[in-house]
């Protein structure tokens, strides 16, 4: 599977203004359309090394189980791309805990994650804590991740409005982190994906220091130029503060990708596409 031609990938990344170093990583491989963002909690080094270890582990072995078999390809009632993220996100887990509790350097690290594989004209997402994925379509935007926070949890039960959250002196209490617990359960979901869809993993250095409406002016004005958007977004973020570490990947679907099955030919998906 090579969808790299449908797809435009762009990544960047910034300490911010504050931080001495970048606890955030990202690992990208576009010819399985895998993207895997994660930041890092803990004191000295331990949060860059726990983001390290998730994406560099992610990537690697979520490449290797999409290039044996295709992410579409359904086992039961679920597809090779649902169960090879559970699967592979609770083996980068147990890895990342285990190190943290046999070095003393790196008690109590962890990691934020939002990773996700694109495949036959979809895309699903898995995200632990408060590092989010948005959809920009026909000009607007959309979060299609729900934070793992306590104060997503405040706004769910009605004890504050999205807006006093933006002002709360709690922003980075997340109530699920990857290795932090010997399990952690992901949240995954399947979205239809269509082309001019912009799509943007962040770190919370990004959504913490730039609004919505602002990130969304940013997409619409800039997106064809998807490496000065990045960098941008970036920008945005910096000049209000930077309190945080900010990275972004940015996704463009140039076409659609839909996935060839067995027996089917490049003919027969032209001839079904003609006569529909």
Known sequence: MDISHALEIVTETSSGMVRTHNEDATRTVPSCGLVVLADGMGGYNAGEVASGMATAVLGSELEKAFTVKSPHVMEGDRSWAQIK??????????????????????????????????????VTVAHIGDSRMYRQRDGVLECITRDHSLLEEQIAAGMITREQARHSQNKNLVTRALGVDPSVVPELHDHDVLPGDVYLLCSDGLNDMVVDEEISETLAMLSANLPVCAGQLISQANDNGGRDNVSVIL?????????????????????AWLTK
């Open 85 to 122: 993220l559970e699967t592979e996100i609770a083996l980068t887990n147990t890895s990342i805990y285990q190190a943290a509790q046999s070095q003393p350097q790196y008690a109590g690290m962890g990691t934020t994650l939002v990773c996700a594989v694109f495949y036959d004209n979809r």
């Open 251 to 271: 996704i463009k679907v140039k076409y659609a990708f839909p996935a060839t099955r067995a027996g089917e030919t490049w003919w027969s998906r032209f001839w």
